[in-house]
């Protein structure tokens, strides 16, 4: 008897472990990383435990608000008796693009639900949910998570119609996830989820904040254990996805009298009157956060807008932060994004000694402010705005065209070298131009005798004042060689972008909200990370 009772084992452990023919296909299978992150997610499941206790919390506080009564939620809502056309502009002269400056530029996620006791750590593991005195048990967090960061794994969405797709389709999926396939006879637990409850785990980790929880959780780990590590330099830009609704045209004056139009998300409301024209409830927006995005040429889009911070020699986004306004200008989520950086990876911040972006951040004030708040240096190509090029007649002899950028051609068409500047004489310095293999090209130049002296055999020489390039800081002009080396790194945020926007997500929005949008760049941001560790 005492033999035999060496091989009792706890309740929720499993004596037999059946292993499916498929699984092992999957397992030795390199096209399967799906499968290996789902496995890797069950090994080590103490990690994705604190987030799990607050889910369950979350899930407590959903059911018990849910059981309140109707008609006290109904007089609970919020009344207000503005018509449309007021609440519309209401909202429009609360954007930061339309004047109200004090708004922040950069969605604020949401902090998750602090833990209590009705969730106690210790009695949650895969395979096992709290207790409740009453009502069915929940789904398993662990395989409705391993589902979800599957699914986006494979370049899909993880929404929950995606995720059910793939669970109701793909048996070997659904049991890599842990779940069982439903039986006539009982309802189980561990059963396929049905569509809504996969788009309640899905509500709760986006209003409760707990998807971008996961995401930090994720990449602080990876800090931890050196997957990433701190650099020298980081890199910003956005990015924009296009949005799942549509817009209108709303007239209005500006604070200097003019008359303008700015495109804003439809008017809605959420209660359920059947006049809702006419019913007292509060109009609110059907996609906040949504905006006309303008790129190059003049192409519009009505999209969502996202700020993107990440470590270039890696390749490694660490911020993917919503806009507030997709209209606003890139330049305008820097600091905040920084400042986002800084509370979250300090480590990374401390770090930064430069951080590279595009001429857009071409701006004197902003790089002043990024100095003196973070000790970093904004670093961006020359924005020419409303600078011209110099020509011929205001430049020295044989000289004929000076862009705004610094770039000097001579009268034979070829780029002089730049060579530096001189705060004695304040001025640039320009050399002979040279081919690849470093020649100068004066020496056999048909424009020689005009260009040159006749006794020169090293070739033109030029001094440009400090006063036609003011739009060039002198200590750090986009013409070195440095700093031409350092912007070689900044396209890395473009294939940071490519990853999370193609590879590991869609381009177009399926869900509408500031809030869907942030949890849609979370579940990106996280399943890159997970993979980082693979």
């Keep these: 008897m005492n033999a035999l009772a060496d091989l009792w084992i706890a309740p929720d452990e499993k004596l037999f472990h059946i292993i499916e023919s498929d699984d092992l296909i999957l397992e030795q299978s390199d096209d399967a990383v799906w499968f290996q992150l789902v496995k890797s997610i069950f090994e080590q499941w103490q990690q994705y435990l604190p987030i799990a206790v607050k889910y369950y919390q979350a899930l407590y506080q959903f059911n018990q608000n849910g059981t309140t009564d109707y008609q006290q939620r109904k007089a609970q809502q919020q009344k207000n008796s503005e018509s449309k056309e007021e609440a519309q502009l209401l909202f429009l002269l609360d954007r930061p693009t339309a004047g109200n400056d004090d708004k922040p530029k950069v969605f604020e996620s949401l902090a998750p639900p ?43 969405e993880a929404t929950a119609e995606n995720v059910n797709n793939y669970l109701t389709g793909n048996p070997s999926f659904a049991r890599a996830c842990n779940f069982t396939q439903p039986t006539p006879q009982k309802e189980r637990f ?27 959780n994720v990449i602080e780990e990876n800090l931890k254990n050196k997957t990433i590590v701190p650099e020298k330099n980081l890199v910003h830009d956005t990015t924009h996805h296009l949005a799942f609704s549509g817009f ?81 200008h890139d330049m305008t989520s820097i600091i905040e994004s920084m400042e986002l950086l800084k509370k979250l990876f300090p480590e990374v911040a401390e770090e930064a000694v430069n951080l590279l972006d595009d001429s857009a951040a071409d701006d004197p004030k902003l790089k002043a402010s990024v100095k003196e708040q973070f000790d970093v240096t904004l670093r961006c190509p020359v924005n020419p705005r409303r600078s011209k090029t110099l020509k011929a007649d205001q430049l020295p002899k044989a000289m004929i065209s000076l862009t705004p950028r610094g770039i000097l051609r001579c009268i034979a068409g070829h780029e002089m ?8 004489s304040s001025s640039f310095c320009y050399g002979p131009p040279c081919d690849e293999q470093g020649k100068r090209k004066c020496n056999d130049c048909p424009f020689k005798s005009e260009c040159c002296h006749a006794d020169n055999s090293n070739g033109r020489y030029v001094n440009i004042p400090f006063t036609k390039l003011s739009n060039i800081s002198s200590e750090d002009p986009p013409m070195a060689k440095r700093f031409q080396k350092l912007m070689k ?20 929005l399926s869900k509408r909200g500031n809030q869907n949008y942030q949890a849609t760049l979370d579940k990106s941001m996280l399943v890159l990370h997970l993979l980082l560790r693979q």
Excluded at 130 to 155: I, N
Excluded at 294 to 299: D, E, I, L, P, Q
Excluded at 489 to 503: A, F, G, N
Aim: charged residues 25%; glycine residues 6%; hydrophobic residues 30%.
């Design 489 to 508: 790194k900044r396209p890395s945020v473009e294939r940071m972008i490519y990853r999370l926007k193609c590879i590991l997500g869609e381009r177009y």
């Design 417 to 424: 070298e730049y060579l530096g500047s001189r705060t004695s």
């Design 114 to 156: 602090k833990t209590s006791y009705s969730v106690d750590e210790n009695a949650i593991r895969p395979g096992q949910v709290p207790s409740r005195l009453y009502g069915r048990k929940p789904k398993d967090f662990f395989s409705m998570y391993a589902a979800f960061c599957a699914t986006q794994v494979m370049g899909i």
């Design 248 to 328: 209108e045209t709303v007239p209005y004056t500006d604070e200097n009298g003019k008359n303008k139009k700015k495109s804003q998300s439809h008017m809605t409301k959420v209660c359920s009157c059947p006049d809702k024209q006419n019913c007292s409830h509060s109009w609110e927006l059907a996609d906040d956060g949504a905006g006309t995005v303008v790129k190059k040429h003049n192409v519009f889009y009505w999209a969502h807008k996202a700020s993107i911070i990440g470590l270039p020699d890696q390749g490694i986004p660490l911020i993917a932060q919503a806009m507030n306004d997709a209209a606003s």
């Design 190 to 216: 561990t059963d396929i989820p049905s569509l809504r409850k996969l788009e309640q785990f899905d509500q709760i980790m986006t209003e409760n904040g707990i998807w971008n929880e996961a995401k930090n």
